[in-house]
């Protein structure tokens, strides 16, 4: 990918010392619009050598077409809005990310017979649901998308739009589908993606899975594979100049460290993976993020870096509108109440019940489970434990699979200490 660039930045500069032709423009565009690609995943999403290369290849089009050049091939007007759309939602900003969603995915509509862009534009609106909190809407588009996505046509394509259309969709899926209260379908489409990542063999398509199969083993549980994967993303990141790529997974196992006791370690780690991945423009996923952060700050009795952490995730929130942590980041801030040296429980009661109103209202049973079981526990301390059984036993037993997964282990647990 590093090469990439090179070769094609050079190739664009030779363009630019001969004299215009109809022909040597539309090279040029193709050229420009190719460009995009390789710089997502050096310099990632949401740099500013990304929008400036998508910005370049959208004037390019617009000067050929007002000198009656209409592009030969019709992707590359979208590939230039999947380049902002891609942006906006590494560097999340909600409204636009809709936006730019929605106007790809209409466009996509009036090409009609490639079902590429289709498959291509149900999966951005998808994504872009779910990250303002819209998770079965969004899970619907990316059901959509799954179902379009043809590997025989569509795989030799993937470059076009950053990665294979395929994986991607099956990879946020996965993720959509945990928050849903689906963890075993979770875990096989994070399966799916890697296995037909590898088959693949593209390096920028194998990322991806890698990432985000990593997020849903580590909700499920499954911390040792999770292990594994952030290993082998840090490592092909790293070997392929991926910055952006490398920062998420140093964030993860940072994240994956705060949960397993390892505090102290997590703290440097996670801080020093947020520096680099904010040095790429990108906030996606910060407010979960920075959830994990607080808590290991917190298990250090470090109380003020703790809650400095929550207020800047409630503040990514409320400005971006990435909204699928949101519960989870209220959740946590409570437990952190908790754990302060003044434990406070109104304070922790509040946030509790904000996590449990938003889960509810994004119909995230997976958040909605964790924050029954953190106010199940504090009514459980107070001696409510008929209030704490009642809240949490229809939650658990709204699941139907992914029994063995850490968090419906612990509910199990919880409900039977509630009902001896």
Same mark, same amino acid.
């Given at each position: 990918m590093v090469e990439a660039v090179v070769q094609l930045t050079r190739a664009l500069d030779l363009i630019a010392t001969l004299p215009a032709t109809p022909a040597l423009r539309r090279e040029q565009i193709k050229l420009q619009v190719a460009l995009v690609t390789p710089l997502i995943h050096v310099k990632g999403y949401a740099a500013p050598e990304v929008r400036a290369a998508a910005e370049r290849a959208r004037l390019l089009i617009e000067q050929a077409q007002a000198l009656g050049e209409p592009a030969e091939d019709p992707l590359l007007l979208l590939s230039v809005i999947y380049g902002f759309w891609a942006?906006?939602? $590494?560097?999340? %900003?909600? @409204?636009?990310? =809709?936006? =730019?969603?929605? +106007?790809?995915?209409?466009? &996509? #509509?009036? +090409?009609?017979? %490639?079902? =590429?862009?289709?498959? $291509?534009?149900h999966r951005a609106v998808g994504i872009s649901l779910a990250g303002v909190? %819209?998770?079965? #809407?969004?899970?619907a588009h990316l059901d959509r998308a799954i179902a379009l996505y043809d590997p025989a046509t569509h795989r030799p394509q993937a470059a076009r739009f950053g990665q294979d259309a395929g994986v991607t969709a099956l990879s946020y899926r996965s993720w959509v589908l945990?928050? =849903?209260?689906?963890?075993? &379908?979770?875990?096989? @489409?994070?399966?799916e993606a890697l296995r037909n990542a590898r088959e693949i063999g593209q390096a920028a398509t194998l990322l991806h899975p890698l990432d985000w199969a990593s997020m849903v083993h580590i909700h499920c549980g499954r911390y040792t594979t999770a292990t594994t994967l952030l290993e082998e993303l840090v490592a092909l990141a790293d070997a #392929?100049?991926?910055?952006?790529?490398?920062?998420?997974? $140093?964030?993860? +196992?940072?994240?994956l460290m705060a949960l397993t006791g390892r505090a102290s370690h997590a703290v440097p780690i996670a801080t020093s993976g947020l520096t680099a991945s904010r040095t790429t423009g990108t906030t996606l996923t910060t407010p979960s993020y920075l959830s994990y952060l607080a808590g290991a700050y917190a298990d250090l009795g470090q109380f003020e870096d703790a809650w400095r952490c929550i207020a800047d995730a409630i503040t990514a929130i409320e400005t971006s509108k990435e909204r699928w942590s949101e519960a989870d980041v209220n959740r946590v801030a409570g437990e952190i109440a908790l754990k302060s040296p003044q434990a406070a429980a109104a304070k922790a009661e509040a946030y509790f019940q904000r996590a449990l109103a938003v889960a509810r209202e994004q119909q995230a049973k997976s958040w909605e489970l964790r924050a029954a079981m953190s106010m199940a526990r504090l009514w459980r301390d107070q001696g409510k434990r008929d209030e704490a059984r009642e809240l949490l036993a229809p939650v658990y037993g709204w699941f139907a699979e992914g029994f063995d997964t850490l968090d419906l282990k612990e509910a199990k647990a919880l409900l039977e200490e509630l009902t001896t």
């Open positions: 942006a906006s939602v $590494v560097a999340f %900003n909600g @409204d636009t990310t =809709l936006e =730019l969603a929605a +106007q790809f995915l209409a466009l &996509a #509509k009036k +090409q009609g017979a %490639n079902k =590429l862009p289709l498959t $291509v534009g909190g %819209n998770l079965a #809407k969004g899970r945990w928050l =849903l209260g689906c963890p075993e &379908a979770a875990l096989r @489409d994070a399966a #392929k100049g991926a910055s952006a790529w490398k920062a998420r997974g $140093v964030i993860l +196992q940072g994240c």
